[in-house]
């Protein structure tokens, strides 16, 4: 990906776009464009101290400056002030290239700048390479690190960042006193000066402001780095800022940029796709597999900047993420994980850091477990594997809730499953501010009970497998009559969302596409394709689905404002990419599988090329306006946005066939 001088124009036009790098167990490194910090998740080092979570912000920014042997000070950072000013180092960026990792490219009359930030896996260390050209007169070079010690939730004032100091050379040492974090910063060359009590007051998180949240923030500057010039010099400078104990001496930061590149490289050769906007979320699905230490095991970080890993979001991304990448060992390694949490029929929806009980708020996630697991075997065909460590716990969720559990979760006489009560938000559309439960979907709603069928469907097949009783099948028969008894609203050939006491909602939102496009779809021929119709007319727009119709008189077409206007409209209207891959699924399935069907999907998976140069760069969002012009909202990098996408375009649209693609 290639960007020039017309995507900055403006600080504001340049700081629209962000970048993330991270770092396998949680942390990150996150800017914008123009290497500004345009919200308060930016940085150049967010730690995960507990890993993937605890997350941190230790060093926010670097100021990077040329000071000419005339006196002449060029600048080469972004940021904005509270009070309107604006450092605009964005006029010498030239261009920006992102392939592994972003390349920043600054100019200045015969000087040349190349910086390149990367991330050591498996480690809270951020490297910076600058390559410098330097023009006929001499030159230094200074860094001003931006140091700071807080959640990254949460904003700093300068009155409590307090550090002790050590100094050696081109190596300094920072422990905040309200913790024992190290934070070692350095360059290969140099020398370090260091400043008495200093703090760079009121940089403005524009974003911040725009979600309606505190938007300003102080980092303590501790002093600079400054490496000298000849005239005509090239030199390489590594700089790196690190929690892990190396010792002294500087980490050399093209090497780490070499062995991650390689890394990816690997990667992209599981599964070879040649088409680019697959390889490119090949990349992207990485940076959302992380390991955790309470479980000691992979999980997955359902978006960034702020999300962390959750079982459902684990369980819907999981087939786009681990299995369409090649990654077999981190999806075995997921579902085992997993299965040795089973409890009550449950999966846990969240794993605590701190030795509590996990939380079993979903009532779905179990049930996406049973699709995991059955394309885990599409894939693998390591049935030994799930016969021996998977199976029984599948058929401990089946017991669950076939015969009640936590949460109000059972069972019908008609063999449906029912879930919560008024006040209880088990589904994904679980957006809740204080007790205002936004979409209330208690009851019987209509993707739990094709997700049923689904599982009681892949059960069956195991049990034969296996050669077990099968008590699957005719329950999965009565199901599927009771299924269309139930949702079928024949007023809007579609089905109902939800049925509960207070009768059946008409309401036409996505969920109904999980009744088409799943492995075992509880609905097939003509209502099977009015329901992709009803879809495609009402909810459809380029990046995904709308969570309502625009005919519902609750419908908000644009996601904004304080936290009670954005979850007000979170599912009321903003469009999400996830069930995007299921209706493609869908779609492909009712016109009969076939290469027509096939290419004529491609038209939903081909805006997202685009998108990748949009938010968040290489990646998908969370969510749309659902509105026109669809502006993206919420995590710029969701992981079952990315995985959905990258699922439909290999596995239902088959793109790697479509050359001309």
């Known amino acids: 990906m290639e960007f020039g001088k017309s995507y900055w124009y403006s600080y504001e036009q340049g700081s629209s776009r962000e970048w993330i790098i991270t770092n396998g167990i949680g942390g990150y490194a996150s800017g914008s464009l123009i290497c500004s910090n345009s919200r308060r998740y930016h940085g150049l080092l967010i730690a995960a101290l507990k890993p993937p979570t605890s997350r941190h912000l230790l060093l926010a920014n670097l100021l990077e400056d040329l000071v000419l042997e005339d006196g002449t000070h060029v600048t080469l950072s972004s940021f904005k002030s509270s009070d309107g000013y604006i450092n605009q180092g964005f006029n010498n960026l030239q261009r920006v290239s992102y392939d592994y990792f972003p390349q920043f490219v600054y100019s200045y009359e015969d000087i040349f700048i190349k910086k390149k930030i990367a991330m050591k896996t498996g480690e809270n260390t951020t490297v910076v390479q600058y390559e410098i050209r330097n023009g006929s007169r001499a030159a230094s070079f200074k860094l001003s690190p931006l140091v700071n010690y807080r959640d990254h939730h949460h904003q700093s004032k300068g009155c409590y960042l307090n ?47 725009e979600r309606g949240l505190d938007s300003f923030e102080d980092h303590f500057m501790p002093g600079y780095f400054i490496m000298e010039l000849k005239p005509f010099e090239c030199k390489t400078i590594s700089f790196a800022a690190t929690t892990e104990n190396y010792g002294s001496g500087a980490i050399n930061a ?70 369409v990448t090649g990654r077999y060992e981190d999806a075995k390694d997921i579902l085992y994980t997993f299965s040795r949490y089973v409890k009550n029929g449950l999966i846990p929806n969240m794993f605590p850091d701190d030795g509590q009980q996990p939380a079993y708020n979903s009532v779905d996630a179990a049930l996406w477990y049973f699709e995991a697991v059955y394309n885990y075997l599409e894939y693998t065909q390591d049935y030994s594997f799930v016969k021996e460590k998977i199976y029984s716990c599948l058929k401990e969720i089946f017991i669950g809730f076939r015969d009640g559990t936590v949460f109000d979760i059972r069972m019908t006489a008609d063999g449906l499953i029912t879930a919560g009560n008024p006040g209880t938000q088990l589904t994904w559309m679980d957006a809740k501010v204080g007790d205002w439960v936004v979409t209330p979907r208690h009851g019987k709603a209509v993707e739990i009970n094709a997700l049923w069928y689904n599982g009681l469907m892949i059960m069956s097949s195991l049990a034969k497998k296996f050669d077990d009783r099968d008590i699957y099948s005719n329950l999965a028969k009565k199901v599927k009559a009771s299924f269309d008894k139930e949702f079928w609203n024949g007023a809007d050939n579609c089905l109902y969302d939800v049925v509960n006491d207070f009768g059946k909602d008409p309401s036409i939102r996505p969920n109904q596409i999980m009744a088409v496009g799943l492995s075992y779809a509880v609905i097939e021929g003509d209502k099977a394709g009015s329901v992709v119709e009803k879809v495609w007319k009402e909810l459809y727009t380029p990046y995904g689905l709308r969570t309502l119709s625009k005919g519902n008189p609750q419908y908000k077409g644009t996601y904004s404002g304080d936290v009670w206007s954005r979850d007000g409209a979170y599912h009321q209207g903003t469009v999400w990419t996830w069930p995007l891959g299921r209706f493609i699924k869908a779609y492909v399935r009712v016109n009969g599988s076939n290469e027509e069907a096939r290419r004529n999907a491609l038209d939903f998976v081909l805006p997202f090329i685009n998108h990748l140069k949009d938010a968040g760069l290489g990646s998908i969002s969370e969510i749309f306006d659902g509105n026109s012009p669809y502006y993206p909202r919420g995590c710029f990098a969701q992981a079952w946005s990315v995985s959905e996408i990258l699922r439909a375009a290999v596995e239902d649209v088959q793109i790697e066939n479509f050359n001309d693609i």
């Open 163 to 209: 550090f002790n100091m050590s100094i050696n050379e081109n190596e300094i040492g920072l422990s905040p006193k309200v913790s024992d974090v190290m934070l070692k910063l350095s360059t290969s060359t140099g020398k370090f000066i260091s400043f008495d009590s200093c703090y760079f007051y009121n940089m403005l998180y524009a974003l911040e402001q």
């Open 254 to 323: 093209g090497d780490v940029i070499r062995e991650e590149e390689r890394r990816l490289s690997e990667l992209l050769d599981k599964k070879k796709y040649k088409n680019r906007l697959c390889r490119r979320l090949v990349l992207a699905a990485d940076n959302f597999i992380v390991y955790r230490k309470s479980t000691d095991s992979k999980t997955v970080i359902a978006g960034y900047p702020w999300f962390t890993d959750w079982g459902r979001d684990t369980m819907i991304a999981f087939e786009g993420l681990t299995l």
